[in-house]
């Protein structure tokens, strides 16, 4: 049994506002600690449930984030940026089992602890086909293409909430209360980490292949916090504008789908000016 561990930042332990999670600043070095438990915590777990491999994909921001030598010396870690699949690169291959979502969060425009998609600010929703749609959610039907579930997610309980959408049979987690989007009441790391291992150990048992799920089309829509994001993303080949600040396109796979997102959010990151956005 091979599971793949997606593993982002803004869900993890003791993260509450933006310092936690920029690399580089005092604070992220101190949540990085924090934020490697978790992992570590589900990488023994589901070794306890009777995995054969775990693989870390490094999912946040420069994917360059996990103390690789704090992680239990079975596990694999893929690290650093410009991957095929981004936050569920490895899945592709055929060879994995079941994928958990490690420190998830809220999608864009709604409640929870640092929730965005995909950028952290200029994004203010995405739908897709019609329904908001979270990192969590674009993952989850990119997996789905392979036949693979998701079999446990952690994050704060906005994020558990949420989870119940697009997996609801997987085990959820919550290392946090939402309490506002710079605020929550967290646990300690000894107190997830014990509920992170138990929750992989069961998960375990849902890592079970099925059939792939086409389920395409899919129109993802995107809103910006302003009208030039919209008119610069619309450089990409089948991206057109909806509104002042919307675009869409409709991809027939979820590969597709997600592939054409980043390049969205690359172009629209790369058109933000530093005070006026």
């Known amino acids: 049994m091979k599971i793949l ?6 869900g993890a332990t003791g993260v509450t506002w933006p310092a936690d999670v920029l690399p580089g600043t005092p604070q992220w070095e101190r949540c990085r600690s ?32 996990l103390l690789l030598e704090d992680l ?34 809220a999608g864009a425009g709604t409640e929870g602890v640092l929730a965005h998609t995909y950028l952290a600010n200029q994004i203010t929703g995405v739908w897709l086909n019609g329904v908001r749609a979270s990192e969590g959610l674009l993952n989850a039907h990119v997996v789905a293409e392979y036949g693979v579930p998701v079999v446990l997610v952690t994050g704060d309980d906005v ?34 980490a014990a509920g992170i291992r138990a929750a992989a150990k069961e998960a375990a048992a849902l890592a079970v292949r099925y059939e792939p799920v086409p389920g395409g089309p899919f129109t ?19 991206v057109e504008r909806t509104g002042e600040r919307k675009v869409a396109y409709t991809s027939g796979t979820m590969y ?22």
Not at 5 to 10: K, L, Q, R
């Open 5 to 10: 561990i997606s593993a982002d930042m803004e």
């Open 220 to 238: 993802v829509a995107v809103e910006f916090d302003a009208e030039h994001l919209a008119a610069a993303s619309t450089v990409v080949p089948g």
């Open 72 to 105: 239990d010396e079975r596990a694999q870690m893929l690290t650093g940026r410009h991957k095929a699949l981004s936050m569920v690169e490895g899945v592709q291959y055929g060879d994995v089992d079941g994928v958990a979502f490690v420190g998830y969060h």
């Open 34 to 65: 924090m934020f490697t438990s978790d992992v570590d915590a589900a990488v023994r777990g589901f070794y306890d449930g009777g995995a054969d491999e775990v693989l870390v994909n490094e999912a946040h921001w420069t994917m360059r984030n």
């Open 159 to 192: 994020a558990c909430e949420d989870a119940l959408g697009y997996a609801p049979e997987a085990l959820k987690v919550a290392v946090k209360d939402h309490v506002s989007r710079y605020a929550a009441v967290c646990r300690t790391p000894a107190r997830t």
């Open 256 to 277: 597709e789908g997600i592939r054409t997102f980043k390049a969205v959010t690359t172009i629209a990151s790369a058109a933000v000016e530093e005070t006026y956005g």
